[in-house]
């Protein structure tokens, strides 16, 4: 069910503004708005997020370039799985737990990348500045979790500058048409649904022990969370609040949504909790569970890190919400051909990867 690449996107659209070039520098503009000078041919990279670096750079044929990671990395499924050396990497730290400035310089990369994240803006800003402190070029990506703008084409541009860094433009461009690709056929199928057929969906995570302590049992997410999108795909959202909050049981009642989507929690993500589990029985009523129309992501987001999986997101969600549109789409089979696709892995290790994320629940529901 590979998908058929009839258009390709441009180019010019997402690629970095490049300032000047010779032969052994290149000075570009990152996603900070910030000039950078870093050598034209890159061989050392320390990589600073959740991930999304670390599994991009797989995707291009460099993952030979990185020689450190942040400490996020340890929280990343997709990355961790494709390159299983990436915990032997000396650890730059993170932002949340603090970046090791010693072990970045002992490395002495060519460059670090930092990826920035909205729930850890100031950690992030200050992360960069103390790296920059140590005269090593820094270049900076922009996550598209955004409460405020939710933009698919952010990643493209991420893709787009991490492609022209390591000097794998085309590969870049490639991979940019495969993704798109994919949205384009979710995207496609949701558009022109009038309001009186949209179901009520609620993103959400299930409650941890923080959640509960403060009297709630499902985190919520408004529309506007880039790890939903839900914009993009047609979809109205149960909750009209804005940014993160936890909700009460009562609240959750009185939302009544017609959809669950589980986002990725430290409370748990499987299907199987929110139907079972003593904790979440004065929900019961809820229209959603009563109609077995829960659904999850499984691990595909950390933080609320988009990454490569984010078609898998979108699919999830839109045959959630709209399942007679996507009727003749067998999720588990098309989940396995895209992570072929994009990563060339073999179909064992693309079946293994879909697992390790969490989504065997596809092929137990026959989703």
């Known amino acids: 069910m590979f998908i058929v690449l009839l258009t390709t996107t441009c180019w010019a659209d997402y690629a970095p503004d490049v300032i000047s070039e010779s032969d052994t520098e290149l000075t570009l503009v990152d996603m900070d708005g910030k000039s950078v000078t870093i050598p034209k041919h890159v ?24 020689v450190g990671t942040g400490g996020g990395i340890r929280s990343n499924v997709t990355a961790d799985y494709l390159i299983p050396t990436l915990r032997e990497l000396p650890n730059a730290g993170s932002p949340i ?10 490395i002495n990369p060519d460059l ?15 992360a960069v500045e103390m790296i920059e402190g140590l005269g090593i070029p820094v270049v900076v990506l922009m996550d598209p979790n955004n409460f405020h703008t939710s933009d698919i084409d952010t990643i493209y541009q991420e893709i787009a500058l991490l492609g022209t860094i390591v000097g794998k433009e085309e590969k870049a461009k490639e991979l940019i048409d495969k993704i798109d690709a994919r949205v384009s056929q ?23 022990s923080s959640t ?12 506007e969370c880039a790890s939903t999108f839900a914009n993009l795909i047609n979809i109205q959202s149960a909750y009209d609040g804005e940014g993160r909050n936890v909700l009460s049981a009562e609240q959750v009642l009185q939302l009544d949504p017609d959809v669950i989507i589980l986002e990725t929690s430290s409370g748990g993500y499987n299907i199987s909790q929110i139907y079972d589990e003593d904790y979440y029985k004065n929900i019961q009523e809820v229209s959603a569970i009563k109609d077995k129309k829960v659904y999850t992501i499984g691990k595909l987001t950390s933080c609320g890190d988009i990454q490569l999986d984010l078609p898998i997101i979108l699919l999830i969600e839109a045959k959630g919400t709209y399942p007679e549109k996507f009727s003749d789409i067998n999720v588990s089979e098309w989940i396995e051909e895209y992570y072929m696709d994009i990563f060339g892995i073999s179909k064992d290790m693309a079946k293994e990867l879909k697992n390790t994320q969490g989504l065997e629940w596809v092929d137990t529901y026959g989703f």
């Open 43 to 66: 061989d050392k990279i320390v990589a600073v997020g959740f991930g999304f670096i670390e599994g991009t750079l797989y995707a291009l044929g460099a993952q030979d370039t990185l």
């Open 212 to 223: 509960r302590d403060k009297g709630g049992v499902l985190v919520v997410w408004a529309k």
């Open 112 to 126: 670090v990348i930092v990826r920035k994240n909205v729930y850890f803006k100031e950690k992030t800003d200050k």
């Open 186 to 208: 979710i995207v496609e199928r949701t558009e022109g649904i009038e309001d009186k057929d949209k179901p009520a969906v609620l993103f959400t995570g299930l409650g941890s």
């Open 97 to 106: 737990d603090g970046i090791n400035l010693e072990t970045i310089a002992a």
